[in-house]
């Protein structure tokens, strides 16, 4: 069984930073696109941040310089960095696995992030 799991969430306050990790239970992680995404109260979900194999990224435009993707795949993990957090930055953050060619499409259970100001 596929297994997402996210940690590294938490309570910072405005300007600081914040690293997420994700480690999947992936056989053959390497060839998944894996991703973040943020669902903030009473919002939908969006895409924050993608991460391809050999490392092609896109960032949401709001993100981009703040966040870092990447990804190590002898560690099946994905990572996001987050600098200069925002208030507007709070939500659940959910990894996610990707391989559509195979129709594969698996989602971690999220990490809380909550940015105060």
């Known amino acids: 069984q596929v297994q997402l799991v996210e940690s590294g969430g938490g309570l910072v306050q405005a300007g600081g930073s914040l690293r997420l990790s994700c480690a999947a239970s992936?056989?053959?992680?390497?060839?998944?696109?894996m991703a973040w995404y943020r669902q903030a109260p009473g919002k939908q979900r969006e895409l924050v941040a993608r991460i391809g194999n050999p490392g092609s990224t896109n960032y949401l435009d709001t993100v981009k310089g703040r966040f870092s993707i990447s990804r190590d795949n002898a560690k099946n993990t994905v990572y996001l960095q987050m600098n200069s957090l925002k208030p507007e930055d709070t939500g659940v953050y959910y990894c996610?696995?990707?391989?559509?060619?195979?129709?594969?499409?698996?989602w971690g259970k999220g990490t809380l992030v909550t940015g105060s100001s």
């Open positions: 992936l056989s053959m992680f390497s060839i998944y696109t």
């Open positions: 996610n696995a990707a391989r559509l060619a195979i129709g594969a499409d698996f």
